[in-house]
Each structure stands twice: as C-alpha cells, then as structure tokens.
C-alpha cells in the first residue's frame, strides 16, 4: 500500500482532475459519501440521531458538508459547527456550503474561543429531545496542516478530546485527525484523537508511524475516483509493509522438498562478551528459527562452554586473540572462516573495548558478504563516523532510535518526531550506498534503502519492549539474507516476521514474554505469513 506524502497526494488530486478530467467537486463527493458508508458499516444506521460535524476553512471542511447532507439523507440530525465564516468558503467548500444552505440544515458558527464554549450547550438541547449522537466528525483541517493549532481550532480539539465529549459517542476523522502532520506524525500543539479515520485515496504515512499508538485510530482507506494510472505513476517513496508484500517479497524462500541445510546458507555471528553471552544466543536462535542452514558463532575462549551449552544447534569457531572480547588480533583467522561463509552478523553485546573496535571497523571495510550491523557494532561505527570508509559490500543497519542518534548526530527527541525523515538521512548519509539498508527499530518500525524507498513496519506491540528483542531480530534478518532474500527484502521480512511472532505471543498471554520466546514462534509467524 503506497503511503503519499501531503504534496504528493495533492498532487495526486490535481492530476486526476487535469489528465482525466474528473472534477474535484467529484472527488469531494465521493469522499463523502464513502465517509457515510464506512460510519453505517462500523457503527449501524444512523436515523433518529444527531450528529455534530466541525467544518474548517479548506477541502477537509467541504468534505464534512457532503458527509452531513447524506447523513441528512438518512435521517441523522446534522449540526454543523463552522469554525470560520462560511460566507467566505470558495471553491468546491463553497458549493457544497450554498448546497447545506438550500437544505436548510441547521449550522452555527464558532469562530471565536467564547463560541466554542457554546456547543456543549447546543449539544444538550438536542439530548434533552432523546436523541443519541451517531459520531462526532472531525472535518477541521486535512493533510495540508503543518503549523500549531492555536485560538478557537485549538480549543475545538481540546473539546472533541474531553473526557465529557467523548462519552457522546465515537470520533471519526475526515482524511487525517485534525492537528496531526500528515508525514510525520508530529503532533502539531494538540491533534484529535479519533476512534475512526476516513482517508481519502490512499493512507497518509502519520496514520501508521507509530503503530497501534497512533491518533486515527481505525483506519479506512476511502476509494474517491483516482484512477490507479495516477497512483502508480506518483513517484510515492513509502509503502506500508502488509500481509501481501510480505509474501510478495518473499517468494524465494520456498523450499524444494530435496532441500538441505547447505542449500540455506551459512551465518557467521560475532557477538557477545563477558556479561553478555545471552545477545549472542539470542541472535543465533533468531537465525536457526528463521531458517538459516548453518549458524556458526565466533567464541571468545572464556564464553566457548557457554555457547557450546546454551544452543547446541549452532557451531562455534574459538577465538584466541581475547579471552573475553573480539579482537583486533583475530582478524586473520575470522577472514578465513568468512570465506567460507555467506553472511556475517556483527554487534550485540560485543562492548567498545579498542581491540573489537578496531576488528569491526576492518571488516566492515573488508568483508565483501552481506553485513547485518546491531547494537554495539553501530556504537563503534559512530564513533568513527566522520572518517568511515566505503563498506566492502552490502551493510544493513539496525539502529533504535538512541543509536541511530549517536549516527547520524541528530537528537532522539528529534528523531522520534520525524522517524521517516530521519531514517531517510541516515541512509544519505551515514550509509550511502545503494546496497545499504537502514533499520529504524520502535514502533512502527521504518525500513529503508539506498534507492530512497522507505517502508512502515505494521507487527509488533508493547510487549517487545524487553531486553534481547533486537539480538533476535539481527539473527532473522541474516538468516534470510543466507537463504537468498537482497538486503531490503530480508531487512522487510525480518522486521515484519519478528513483530508477527511476538503478536501471536501478545494475543495468547499479553505482555511479559522473552525474546527467546519470540525466536521460538518464528517458524509459526513464517509458516503463516511467508512462503515456506
């Protein structure tokens, strides 16, 4: 599913209007009357209700008059609230506005932060005659907002969120909930928090960005007349990963019934330490339930029982440079055992001591495989990231957002309050390369590559907040890398693999799960969702 920007799908408007002739007035009606059939589906017929309906100055206001005359049409008693004069709407608004007024449909106007004190009162008047409210309809502003809501708008928002309002029933968003940027999700001062969202054309990036999280609540794409051409031809660089792509994406992991182990690659995993042992059992779990042939872990000598123990499925390789770190000293032998090897994992729980350092940044130069980089290996790279070298083949980066900070030398405030265009600079600028893959971990996971397409993760919930979540993701997406997935594919179907298992754990038992038990339920999450 394409996720336009706001100047993209205006673009999108424009274009079907002017290439196809369909009349934007056309468009308008038709969102609104898909708005009425999505409200009947979700919340029954609408007729001996009343229905209080915010109309702001643009389009998004227009689209909230032609909800109201078909709710009219079905029975529901519409109030409109102007939160501007509507003698001075133009365009289509102001066809739609001279409709209402033929109509004869009752509306008021609320212009000023006093006014908008008046609509519990012209509320009450109409419960005090029996009737229920159907919906609350947020047609404020649409997709074109990007500064503070403030004065009366502000105060309009505040009181559709009241905890008094909401209990006259649920709130339904026109395109987008008025105060929430439409590509970054950024709260502008105060948005509405909607229960529904009727989008127009195509979803909008903010209403996915962080997950279950977000302030549109549910969520339906309305079908208003843009034809697919103009969709298809947009230059639209975000996509919603969904069931769909997923399986799309991963066709090539099928499995011929004469397959073996060396058919499905071979992983080699550096990580761990003293004190951290478990992040390279986690990441080997991860790739040996995501399918991976053969795992083989580089062991430090003091963790060679532990390893040996702990998952006797994977091989290890002894290490002799450090007794309890990767060293710089083992970079000979660890170049000759890659060679035999399809994909290398770098990262979780190895430290900063000097010597992993200097061995981390080597192979990232040299190591000419796929490279998955988490954790510690990232730490390391930023630390040299205003002198890194050309990495020596593919690297897919797996940051949260406090690494991805330390990076791209940007604040995790700041991050979290654009994640698309964060992920975006991190990939121009800290990875470069077409071959480079960023992971932006957190909810509503970002996914994107060197050929500037980005992608909106939609598994996972709360409950993956626990130590190891990522160890175990590293490990998924090396597997598919070993069994032929390219680095974004693999990078896409990890991070949606790893958030399906751990929703089959929430759904069962709720929060509290390991993410042990997470790499455990990826061959049930693969099985339902990739080819197997």
């Known amino acids: 599913m394409k996720l336009p920007s706001a100047s993209q799908m205006q673009q999108l408007d424009r274009r079907a209007s002017e290439q196809y002739g369909i009349p934007t007035i056309v468009l308008m009606e038709n969102a609104g009357v898909g708005t009425v059939r999505m409200a009947l589906d979700e919340l029954g017929p609408c007729n001996n209700t ?28 519409v109030m409109f609230f102007f939160l501007v004069n509507p003698e001075k709407l133009s365009g289509d608004p102001a066809t739609n506005f001279k409709i209402v007024k033929q109509l004869k449909l009752p509306y008021h106007v609320v212009d000023t932060v006093e006014r908008i004190g008046m609509i519990p009162m012209l509320i009450a008047q ?158 080997a779990k991860g790739a040996l339930r995501a399918g991976a042939g053969l795992v083989t872990l580089g062991c430090p000598i003091q963790l060679k029982d532990i390893f040996g123990s702990a998952l006797p499925e994977a091989m290890t390789f002894l290490l002799s440079g450090s007794d309890t770190c990767f060293s710089i000293d083992d970079l000979a032998v660890i170049e000759r055992e890659l060679a035999t090897k399809d994909v290398l994992v770098v990262g979780p729980g190895i430290g900063q001591d000097q010597r992993t350092a ?61 994640r698309l265009e964060a992920v975006k600079l991190a990939v121009t600028k800290f990875a470069g390369s077409k071959d480079s893959v960023v992971v932006l971990k957190g909810a509503g996971t970002l996914v994107a590559d060197g050929s500037g397409q980005r992608y909106i993760n939609t598994t996972g919930n709360p409950g993956m907040a626990a130590a190891g979540m990522g160890d175990v993701l590293s490990g998924i997406i090396g597997a598919l890398l070993c069994q032929g997935l390219a680095p974004t594919d693999a990078a896409l179907c990890g991070v949606y693999l790893h958030g399906s298992a751990a929703d089959m754990l929430f759904a069962a038992q709720g929060p509290g799960f390991f993410a042990g038990d997470v790499a455990d339920r990826i061959p049930c999450a693969r099985r339902k969702l990739l080819v197997v």
């Open 126 to 283: 109409k419960e005090s005659k029996g009737l229920c409210c159907y919906a609350v309809f947020d047609a404020i502003f649409g997709i074109g907002l990007c500064r503070e809501l403030s004065g009366h708008f502000k105060k309009a928002v505040e009181l559709i969120n009241s905890a008094a309002f909401k209990t006259k029933g649920p709130v339904i968003a026109i395109d987008i909930p008025s105060g929430l940027d439409s590509d970054s999700g950024k709260t502008l001062g105060c948005c509405v928090t909607a229960d529904y969202t009727a989008t127009y054309g195509c979803a909008k990036p903010a209403h996915f960005l962080h997950g279950s999280g977000s302030p549109a609540g549910k969520v339906a794409v309305i079908d208003i007349g843009i034809p697919p051409a103009v969709v298809n031809s947009g230059g639209i660089d975000t996509t919603l990963a969904t069931d769909a792509l997923v399986k799309q994406r991963s066709t090539s992991l099928h499995r011929a019934i004469t397959s073996h182990k060396g058919d499905n690659g071979h992983l080699f995993i550096l990580a761990g330490s003293a004190g951290k042992s478990g992040a390279a059992i986690l990441a």
């Open 358 to 418: 200097e061995l981390i940044l080597t192979l990232y130069e040299r190591a000419k495989c796929p490279m998955v980089i988490d954790a510690d290996g990232l730490n390391i790279l930023a630390l040299a990231a205003e002198s890194l070298p050309q990495p020596g083949g593919p690297r897919i980066y797996t940051p949260h957002p406090g690494e991805l900070s330390r990076l791209i030398d940007m604040d995790s405030g700041a991050i979290n309050q654009d």
């Open 50 to 77: 009343f229905a209080p309906i915010f109309v702001g100055p643009g389009n998004n206001g227009g689209d909230g008059l032609v909800i109201g005359r078909h709710l009219h049409q079905r029975g529901c008693e």
